[in-house]
Each structure stands twice: as structure tokens, then as C-alpha cells.
């Protein structure tokens, strides 16, 4: 299956020919030219440690890294962690059932041309009071991919400038979910920046408002926003000035849902909407309808699309069967939390709560993490002696990690960590 992947790799880099590179196969949106730790130093978190040599809280202290892992499991943080700018975190290389951080917050701000794939970040109830479980306040170019953010005790994750204008630019969350902020504030995110912000099949679940609340700039495509209660989409509600095209995206309601799909527009927000879909009849079954124009409230309507980055869309059916099975952080393998959300949307209306303390899930909080075992490294480059070996690299020099002998488009490492996931 590998060699599988690696061949439509391939495909896809004769296809982009000399172009700027994505930051990955499958990148998307404002942030998909991020270019994250490439041709920095190759940092293996080797333990689950709050701090020190070998921990995640090092790895991503210094810039211009790629940061893979040789242990799986939780890391339990008790201080919120801030990611250094050109980095690189690639959790698909994590052995076991990956990585999940929790405890506290985590800040991407002035993380720069930063690039995240396959991690989970759970805050809980011993995180600081108002924090957010993953926020951006400044920054560009970051791109966030198959990640499972939750248990924010402000919103689970903002990409949100107080300013709006010169906010953070260029940035994209993709194929991610986004669920369970912890009440009494339980919110999915502010997205508030003019600069540019690809929001692109993602759930959100058992977020009791914000799913997103918008200002700004926004792409929102492919996405499900299941179990809200008193916001689903935000349309801005605000004096500032926005733009966004808003399309294929499912609204599910569930036994919290009290609320339309789209609330507190005005003529300020400037919208490109068409074939969202609402299903609201919570019959165990998924057969939604069209929303309307009028249902959208008072906006600005554009008959034509605003001129943002092109993204391969589905019908929003379509998406919600793939975030189905392909959402969040699913290598090396969706966690028990994950997969509880992913029940509760399956029951199309009949499952689904807000909660105040991860302790009310039937993990009683992160769960237990298979750590397994890391693949031979012999050169400690992050890349496996096997993989080395098949394609044409040496296994004991730690200095072809950053050659370009397997593509001239990607580096060697970026190509094995491409070779892991599907494109």
C-alpha cells in the first residue's frame, strides 16, 4: 500500500512541474504554499515528558525544524506551550495511536510558515480559565491538516486578531475536527483576519456556538457542523467589513441545537452561498434540505464567487461521508474521543451533548494511547533505514534527510512523510 501511495506522490509532483510546491499533496486554500521546517534540522521527540531533551515542548521551541516522533501516547502539559516559526510537525510518523497533548493550551501565534499534521490537542478542565485550545493570534502562511482540537475553555481554536486588519494571513485548517468546548462557554472558534482563511472539510461538533463566528476574509467548504446550540456559522455580527464564499457544507442539528444554521449577518458581510444543506428533523436519518437565501439573514449576496484560492469541492453529502472517515487525526489511528464524535454525528440527531469536564466521557479524559514501537533509524534522520534502503539513500548518513535524490520538487524526509498518509 506505500509503494502505492508513493507512486500517485509522484503523479502528483509531475504535475506540478516547476510551480511552488504545496506544502503537501492535498494542501489547500490561503495556506497551502506553506513550506513549514523544510530544509531545517530533523528534532525526534523520543519521550512524553511536560519538558525537556527529547519532549514536544522542546522540539517546537526553535525554528526551522521537522518534528517527527519515535513514541506514541499522551503528553500531559501543566504550562501552555508556543510553537517556534518554521516548523514542521509531522505526527503521522508517531508509532502506536499517535500523539495527543493535553492539559493546557497551545499557541501557533507569530508561528510563521508553520505546517501541522496528525496531532490532537485536548486543553480540559485543568487548563487556564478564558485560554483557548489552540490559537492563532498573529502569524502567516500555516497550514493545519488532519488535526483534533477540543476541550477549549474559551474557543477550542481562534485564528483571531483583536485588530481584524493585518490579522493573521494566509492560513488553512483542513480534513480536521474541531469538537466538545468545554462549557459554560463551549465555543468552536473565532475566524477574524482579512488575510485570508481556508476553513475545508472539517467537523464541528458539540460546540454550543461559534462554529465558526466570522470576520473577515473566509473560504468555509466541505464542512459539517453538527450539535450546535445557539450559533452555528457566525456572519460576522460586526461593523467590519467581510467576504466569504460558503459552499457544500452540511448542517446537522442535535438535542442541543436551538438556533438556525446562520445568525447575525448583516450588510457588512459580503456572501457567495450555494448547495449548503441543512438537516433538521434529528430522525436518525440523513435527509436534509437546500438552505435558502432568505434563511441566511441579512448579508450582502454576490452572484459570483469572490476571487479566493480554488478548491476541489464535493456535494456536501459527499464531504460529510468522507470527514466520516477520514477526519481529525487518523494516523496512525483515530482516537476513542475522536471516534465518540463521529458516533454521535452518525445518529443524525439523536446523540450529541455539550460537557463541562472531559471526566463525563466514557474515557474519563484522553484515554489510553497504544505507544508502540519506532521504526530502525540507524542515522537518527528521522527517516527509517528500510525506507532509506529502497529508495537509494544511506542509512547511516543523517545528512541525506534534506537532499533531494528520491524528488526534486520535495526533500528526502518530506517525501517519506508524505508516503505515509494519503494525498
Do not use: C
Given at each position: 500500500m506505500k509503494h502505492v501511495m508513493f507512486i500517485v506522490i509522484l503523479a502528483a509532483l509531475?504535475?506540478?512541474?516547476?510551480?511552488?510546491?504545496?506544502?503537501?499533496?492535498?494542501?489547500?486554500?490561503?495556506?497551502?504554499?506553506?513550506?513549514?521546517?523544510?530544509?531545517?534540522?530533523?528534532?525526534?521527540?523520543?519521550?512524553?515528558?511536560d519538558e525537556g531533551p527529547g519532549s514536544f515542548r522542546d522540539a517546537v521551541s526553535q525554528p526551522y525544524r521537522t518534528i517527527v516522533f519515535e513514541v506514541g501516547g499522551v503528553i500531559r502539559i501543566k504550562s501552555p506551550i508556543t510553537v517556534a516559526q518554521n516548523i514542521t510537525i509531522a505526527g503521522q510518523t508517531a508509532p502506536g495511536d499517535g500523539i495527543t497533548v493535553y492539559g493546557e493550551r497551545v499557541s501557533f501565534s507569530k508561528a510563521n510558515n508553520t505546517i501541522c499534521r496528525y496531532i490532537r490537542f485536548r486543553m480540559g478542565e485543568n487548563g487556564k480559565d478564558g485560554s483557548?485550545?489552540?490559537?492563532?493570534?498573529?502569524?502567516?502562511?500555516?497550514?493545519?491538516?488532519?488535526?483534533?482540537?477540543?476541550?477549549?475553555?474559551?474557543e477550542n481554536f481562534s485564528i483571531s486578531s483583536m485588530k481584524v486588519v493585518g490579522g493573521p494571513s494566509s492560513i488553512t485548517v483542513q480534513n480536521s475536527i474541531i469538537s466538545q468546548?468545554?462549557?459554560?462557554?463551549?465555543?468552536?472558534?473565532?475566524?477574524?483576519?482579512?488575510?485570508?482563511?481556508?476553513?475545508?472539510?472539517?467537523?464541528y461538533a458539540d460546540n454550543r456556538s461559534r462554529n465558526n463566528k466570522v470576520k473577515g476574509t473566509n473560504q468555509f467548504i466541505n464542512?459539517?457542523?453538527?450539535?450546535?446550540?445557539?450559533?452555528?456559522?457566525?456572519?460576522?455580527?460586526?461593523a467590519f467589513k467581510s467576504f466569504a464564499n460558503i459552499t457544500n457544507n452540511y448542517f446537522i442539528t442535535g438535542p442541543d441545537s436551538r438556533s438556525k444554521a446562520f445568525t447575525?449577518?448583516?450588510?457588512?458581510?459580503?456572501?457567495?452561498?450555494?448547495?449548503?444543506?441543512?438537516?433538521?428533523?434529528r430522525d436518525g436519518k440523513l435527509d436534509g434540505r437546500a438552505i435558502g437565501r432568505e434563511e441566511y439573514?441579512?448579508?450582502?449576496?454576490s452572484d459570483r464567487p469572490f476571487d479566493f484560492p480554488p478548491i476541489p469541492e464535493s456535494s456536501a453529502a459527499a464531504a460529510l461521508e468522507w470527514i466520516v472517515l477520514n477526519a481529525g487525526c487518523t494516523v496512525p489511528a483515530?482516537?476513542?474521543?475522536?471516534?465518540?464524535?463521529?458516533?454521535?454525528?452518525?445518529?443524525?440527531?439523536?446523540?450529541?451533548?455539550?460537557?463541562?469536564?472531559?471526566?463525563?466521557?466514557?474515557?474519563?479524559?484522553?484515554?489510553?494511547?497504544?505507544?508502540?514501537?519506532?521504526?530502525?533509524d540507524t542515522d537518527r534522520?528521522?527517516?527509517?533505514?528500510?525506507?532509506?534502503?529502497?529508495?537509494?539513500?544511506?542509512?547511516?548518513?543523517?545528512?541525506?534527510?534534506?537532499?533531494?535524490?528520491?524528488?526534486?520538487?520535495?526533500?528526502?524526509?518530506?517525501?517519506?512523510?508524505?508516503?505515509?498518509?494519503?494525498?
Open positions: 509531475s504535475l506540478a512541474g516547476n510551480a511552488q510546491p504545496l506544502a503537501f499533496p492535498g494542501a489547500e486554500g490561503f495556506g497551502k504554499y506553506t513550506s513549514g521546517g523544510r530544509n531545517g534540522k530533523v528534532y525526534i521527540v523520543t519521550n512524553l515528558n483557548d485550545a489552540v490559537v492563532v493570534a498573529e502569524g502567516h502562511r500555516m497550514i493545519f491538516d488532519h488535526v483534533s482540537i477540543s476541550w477549549g475553555k474559551d468546548g468545554l462549557m459554560n462557554h463551549s465555543m468552536g472558534g473565532l475566524i477574524q483576519s482579512d488575510g485570508g482563511i481556508t476553513l475545508y472539510r472539517n467537523l464542512n459539517v457542523v453538527y450539535n450546535w446550540s445557539v450559533g452555528a456559522y457566525i456572519l460576522g455580527g460586526s447575525r449577518g448583516n450588510e457588512n458581510f459580503a456572501l457567495y452561498a450555494r448547495d449548503n444543506y441543512l438537516d433538521d428533523n439573514g441579512v448579508v450582502k449576496w483515530r482516537d476513542a474521543v475522536d471516534q465518540y464524535v463521529i458516533d454521535e454525528l452518525l445518529s443524525y440527531g439523536k446523540k450529541g451533548k455539550l460537557i463541562r469536564s472531559e471526566s463525563e466521557l466514557p474515557t474519563k479524559g484522553p484515554g489510553t494511547l497504544r505507544g508502540g514501537e519506532p521504526l530502525k534522520d528521522g527517516m527509517p533505514d528500510d525506507w532509506e534502503e529502497i529508495h537509494g539513500l544511506n542509512p547511516t548518513d543523517p545528512g541525506d534527510a534534506n537532499g533531494y535524490i528520491v524528488s526534486d520538487v520535495y526533500s528526502n524526509i518530506e517525501m517519506y512523510l508524505n508516503s505515509l498518509v494519503k494525498p
